[in-house]
């Protein structure tokens, strides 16, 4: 299994975030890591819509499309 190597001054900020809310940091880091990965799911969603919007605009009334 892949176990990336994760700064030390990450790791620190994350030990006091844990001893800050009293949780492990195992429960904390997947937690962090499960809202990062939702809202990059999200962006790349909003990515999609905002290129299938420009794609399937109509024309302007002259005949040209729009930008």
Not at 22 to 33: A, F, S
Not at 42 to 52: P, S
């Amino acid at each position: 299994m892949y176990s990336p190597r994760i700064k030390k001054e990450l790791i620190t900020q994350l030990y006091q975030i844990g001893k800050q809310s009293n949780r492990p940091m195992t429960e904390l880091i997947n937690e962090m890591l499960r809202e990062g990965i939702r809202r990059w799911y999200r962006k790349k969603e909003r990515k999609g819509e905002d290129e299938d919007r420009a794609i399937n605009r109509s024309p302007d009334p002259e005949g040209s499309p729009r930008v």
